[in-house]
């Protein structure tokens, strides 16, 4: 199985990224999606999550009405749109799958069985 995010950089405050993850070695459908964020010295963060049909999606309170997460399983593709940016949204941002396959958004990092590599956001005040 394999992850892997694309679309960090170094923004200014204000300003929009959207992150991607692409998916392979697993049936994407299958499997529920999340982004976390990391910061060093700190825990791995939710920051969202998307049913396996993507009809159904969570947020943390942080960045609720700012991200997006979306999904394309024809393409095996993870999306997060990330608006109005903050210098607090610094982070590494890692996108994982989850195979759970109950009804309640997985919000613990230890619920999901792969992560990628990670992609850093910057945003710069």
């Known amino acids: 199985v394999l992850l892997t995010e694309a679309g960090g950089g170094l923004v200014q405050a204000g300003e929009s990224l959207r992150l991607s993850c692409a998916a392979s070695?697993?049936?994407?459908?299958?499997?529920?999606m999340g982004w976390f964020r990391q910061t060093p010295g700190k825990e791995r963060e939710f920051v969202a999550w998307i049913s396996r049909n993507g009809g159904r999606t969570s947020y943390a309170d942080s960045v609720k009405g700012r991200f997006t997460i979306s999904r394309d399983n024809a393409k095996n593709t993870l999306y997060l749109q990330m608006t109005s940016l903050k210098p607090e949204d610094t982070a590494v941002y890692y996108c994982?799958?989850?195979?759970?396959?109950?009804?309640?958004?997985?919000?613990?990092?230890?619920?999901?069985?792969?992560w990628g590599q990670g992609t850093q956001v910057t945003v710069s005040s």
């Open positions: 994982g799958a989850d195979n759970n396959i109950g009804a309640i958004a997985s919000r613990a990092p230890w619920d999901y069985d792969y």
């Open positions: 070695g697993l049936t994407f459908s299958n499997y529920a």
